[in-house]
């Protein structure tokens, strides 16, 4: 079956300091691959997203790249900022499979000014 | 657009009742799909629901059971309440076929249940 595997956290950085959280994946046919962010104390936010392969995802100064040779989706920031600090969850969903999504268990990034 | 709205916002139950939880879509949104999120953990499909039918379950025993009606909004059931229940549920709604073209999901905050 599907399944997402993220680097386990928390991240803790300091102001501007560069982001990288992996994400790999395995999927039969061709996913579509997903950022959301989750605030405290609010729901899940779509981030970013990528539908097929060497797509780039981007969006407020965070991007991911859709690497099928690598089964990867990896979120990079250049500068973060105390703002950011939330958790950070990769998904897949699979379109061949009436849009099941299949979530990775979540990166919780603090940043400290 | 109202955004996506569940209700209650907190649950407490005891093992063996039954609950349902409810969910408001977005309008013009015709898939709803249920997640639960264990602490710690990454929301976990249940089912989803497209213009009023089953469209796709994931792992989950018949006891979790689903309704969506022609207004947008939608119900989780679940019967015969066990601790490991214990979760936030979220809905998600979205235009069309979420998942199909990568299809944009719309979350709403979740439902805490909690099992004693």
């Known amino acids: 079956g599907n399944s997402v595997t993220q680097m386990e956290g928390p991240v803790t950085l300091s102001e501007e300091a560069f982001l990288t959280i992996n994400c790999t994946y395995t999927?039969?046919?061709?996913?579509?691959l997903f950022w959301y962010v989750q605030y405290p104390g609010e729901g899940l936010q779509l981030l970013l997203k990528?539908?097929?392969?060497?797509d780039k995802g981007s969006n407020k100064g965070f991007e991911a790249t859709y690497r099928k040779e690598t089964t990867s989706f990896h979120l990079e920031k250049g500068s973060v900022q105390v703002s950011d600090s939330a958790v950070y969850f990769c998904?897949?969903?699979?379109?061949?499979?009436?849009?099941?999504?299949?979530f990775g268990d979540g990166t919780t990034l603090t940043v400290k000014p | 657009e109202t955004g996506v709205t569940q209700s209650p916002t907190h649950l407490i139950k005891t093992r063996g009742q039954q609950v349902t939880l409810r969910c408001s879509s977005q309008s013009g949104h015709n898939t709803v799909s249920w997640y639960q999120q264990a602490l710690g953990q990454g929301p976990q499909f249940i089912f989803q629901y497209y213009r009023e039918e089953e469209n796709g379950r994931g792992n989950f025993p018949p006891r979790f059971s689903g309704l969506q009606f022609p207004n947008y909004s939608s119900e989780l059931n679940v019967n015969a309440l066990e601790l490991d229940d214990s979760a936030l549920y979220l809905c998600a709604s979205s235009p069309g076929l979420a998942g199909v073209g990568g299809d944009t999901q719309y979350f709403g905050p979740g439902t805490r249940l909690t099992v004693l």
């Open positions: 998904a897949l969903s699979d379109n061949t499979n009436a849009g099941k999504s299949t």
């Open positions: 990528a539908t097929k392969a060497d």
């Open positions: 999927a039969t046919g061709y996913p579509s």
